[in-house]
């Protein structure tokens, strides 16, 4: 019990905006309930509600998982682990941009390394 | 006439058909399998891989002649107002009556495994209520989430790598000792198995892509899963002896359980956790279907409602199934022999029909 708040306390460090963490601690109280009453199955159950809860989500149009969960492979060096800076030059396939390859870096810095 | 945004990838397709297929069937397949075939399972297997690799084939003409249509609006279209509308009925019927034997089963193995003493409307109403809330959404949204949770059949086959030192390939042999018979048995029992594919009827119209891309796809989404069932037979007819399968109805669960990690030590049990997910997903495929066929029998447009009603219809068959009017092994074999009217029979004579009458999609007709 103690090693498991431990956890919790150091993982939610993890989380960058204050907004967020807000929403994770209230999502925790029905997942300690579930866990607690079911077990494994409780938590699998939980965690299934929130992914389709995700999944439904969109913004704008563009779903809340994007690269992920409407699989598009290409956009993947942008989300788990991040590619060197040339190589992101396409634009998330999720948002239908008009042109695909970035016309104009974000980037300031950008020139003085080439 | 269907909008850019409400069409499918041909990824997503090929994550559906899988999901639907992988579900309850794959803990007690290779007991199933090795009931009637022995150590010759596996043959069974490829064979009925084969076999629906053939009646896919079918299906892609069908849908090469309507390329607009599901199957509930091809059956209005051919057999007229009326029998299609009965024919239609049946489907929904099937579908309600494959979703209940799923519930059964589930909450028959989640007693025996994880939760003993709790009721078993109670597991039950769980992965119900998530199903309800996954199948109530779009389509595309469906498609989204079985991608995402796909993800977790990586962990499942890593999980069974384990057993591979501990395998003994002379448990296969000898191959076909017995005749031909027993093995063309175990092809009825995997094509049971097998069974789900139907969904790709349904959902072929709301796929984007060219004619030829979607017949791969879906060529790759059977041997896809094919492929899956063959490795977790083969590994559990290796792993157990012949006598020895005889006792575990479910091997795999009986497999991961006498391994054993530093962190965790039940691996059956985060096994059973991740099939928990693949029964979610091919539950609420066929509880889709059903909505969309009785929204097809009203004529109505809100299909929420209908996932609601197919939800109860479900629960309350479950209920008086298991107040002992049938044991659950007869219910499943009718309802799982009745597969073959459904994903089988049904389909084949249809576009015999079609070829009958030469219907096909005609320009400008839209429905």
Known sequence: MVVIIALTAIASFVVPSNEMSNTLRILTFPLILLAGTFGFVGIAIGFLVLLIHLSRLESLGAPYFAPVSPLFVKDLKDTFLRLPIYKLNTRPKDVNAQKSVIVERSREWDDNEK | ?367
């Not at chain 2, 979607?214 to 002896?241: D, P, Q, R």
């Open chain 2, 1 to 367: 006439m269907i909008m850019k945004n409400n069409l499918l990838s041909l990824n997503q397709f090929f994550f559906i058909i899988i999901q639907t297929q992988i579900g309850i069937g794959v803990i007690s397949l290779p007991y199933d399998l090795h009931q009637v075939s022995k150590q010759n399972g596996w043959i069974s297997l490829i064979i009925s891989i084969f076999l629906i690799q053939i009646i896919i084939l079918i299906f892609w003409l069908m849908y090469n002649r309507f390329p607009t249509l599901n199957l509930y609006d091809m059956q209005m279209i051919i057999y007229g107002k009326w029998i299609g509308q009965s024919i239609n009925f049946l489907y929904v019927l099937y579908f309600v009556f494959v979703g209940s034997l799923i519930l059964i089963l589930f909450s028959n193995l989640i007693n025996l495994w994880v939760l003993p003493h709790t009721p078993y409307w109670v597991n039950m109403l769980f992965l119900l209520l998530s199903c309800v809330y996954l199948s109530s959404s779009h389509i595309t949204v469906i498609g989204r989430i079985y991608t995402f949770l796909s993800t977790f059949f990586i962990i499942l086959f890593v999980l069974l790598l384990n057993a591979i030192p501990e395998l003994k390939i002379y448990y296969l042999f000898p191959i076909a000792k017995e005749g031909i018979m027993p093995i063309l048995k175990g092809v009825n029992q995997s094509v049971l198995a097998l069974l789900g594919f139907v969904v790709i009827l349904f959902v072929l119209p709301v796929v984007k892509g060219t004619a030829k891309q979607k017949l791969k796809t879906m060529s790759g989404a059977i041997w896809f899963v094919g492929f899956f069932y063959l490795f977790v037979v083969f590994i559990s007819f290796t792993f157990f002896s012949t006598e020895e399968i005889k006792v575990v109805p479910q091997p795999v669960l009986y497999l991961l359980k006498s391994f054993e990690f530093a962190v965790v030590s039940r691996i059956d049990l985060l096994f059973l956790t991740i099939w928990i997910m693949s029964v979610a997903t091919s539950f609420s495929t066929f509880l889709y279907l059903a909505s969309l066929g009785t929204m097809q029998l009203f004529k109505s447009k809100k299909r929420t409602k209908f996932v609601w009603v197919n939800a109860t219809l479900i629960f309350l068959l479950v209920i008086v199934i298991d107040s002992k009017l049938i044991t659950i092994q007869t219910y499943a074999k009718y309802v799982s022999n009745s597969g073959y009217i459904f994903s089988i029979a049904l389909p084949i004579l249809l576009y015999l029909v079609m070829l009958l009458l030469k219907k096909r999609h005609k320009e400008g007709h839209s429905s």
